[in-house]
């Protein structure tokens, strides 16, 4: 491996049960949150986003909810499954154009027990 | 989606070199991102390289140390001076969305770097 998230916090949950990660972010001027994935040796993968205007997205397993009043953001993946270890980013933007920077928070690991 | 390669995927330098490393996209692009991913660490962002001016560099982050080009609308390079063995490092390059509308980005495979 690349040693990616080796120092991170680790979540630990069975195959087939529901993983939930936390992340806080500190910019109440963000406009755009995004959940990424990272594996071992690879850049990150775009998960889901969702909008500052928005409280839950929906995806195909996978469902956000972001809570404004206490700046918390949250990816939730249904029937976790081994392909879903791997390390995972929250990240904020303010504004919506392309030089928009993304400011990344830090990470989870998320480890599968068979 | 975007396409994005990087040349060298890794490399191990000796201290007081420098290495420059490539990024190409399969499609152009206006604003493309350089990382650092630092072991067991989260990605912190370098510079954004816009194509035809200087790239903006973040707090802590100087262009003689991490000079940018951005030729073109499909590729750029930065490149890591007088290395240390705290430059040791994944270097990630990063895109805005293409053509699906702005919000999503899109990285790069990584640069290990080892200095030794």
């Known amino acids: 491996g690349e040693n990616v998230g080796l120092h991170l916090p680790t979540l630990s949950v069975q195959e087939g049960d529901n993983s939930i990660i936390n992340c806080a972010y500190s910019n109440s001027a963000s406009d755009y949150f995004i959940w990424y994935k990272q594996e071992s040796g690879k850049g990150p993968q775009f998960i889901i986003d969702?909008?500052?205007?928005?409280d839950k997205r929906q995806g195909q397993r996978v469902t956000v909810l972001l809570n404004k009043t206490v700046k918390h953001l949250s990816l939730q993946i249904a029937a976790t499954q081994p392909g879903d270890s791997a390390v995972y980013f929250c990240?904020?933007?303010?504004?919506?154009?392309?030089?928009?920077?993304?400011?990344f928070g830090s990470g989870t690991r998320l480890s599968i027990r068979p | 989606s975007a396409v994005i390669s990087q040349k060298p995927s890794r490399d191990i330098c000796q201290r007081g070199t420098s290495l420059t490393i490539q990024c190409q996209v399969d499609?152009?692009?206006?604003?493309m991102f350089w990382y650092r991913q630092q072991p067991g660490q989260s990605l912190t962002l370098i510079a954004t390289?816009?194509?035809?001016?200087?790239?903006?560099?973040e707090s802590g982050f100087v262009i003689d140390k991490f000079p940018i080009s951005r030729p073109n609308l499909t590729f750029s390079t930065l490149t890591v001076s007088n290395m240390s063995p705290e430059d040791s490092s994944i270097y990630l390059c990063?895109?805005?969305?293409?053509?699906?509308?702005?919000?999503?980005?899109?990285f790069g495979p990584g640069t290990r770097l080892t200095v030794t």
């Open positions: 990063s895109v805005d969305g293409v053509g699906r509308g702005l919000d999503e980005q899109y």
């Open positions: 990240a904020e933007k303010i504004g919506y154009s392309s030089a928009s920077k993304i400011i």
């Open positions: 390289a816009n194509q035809g001016s200087e790239a903006t560099y």
């Open positions: 499609s152009q692009v206006t604003m």
């Open positions: 969702i909008r500052s205007n928005m």
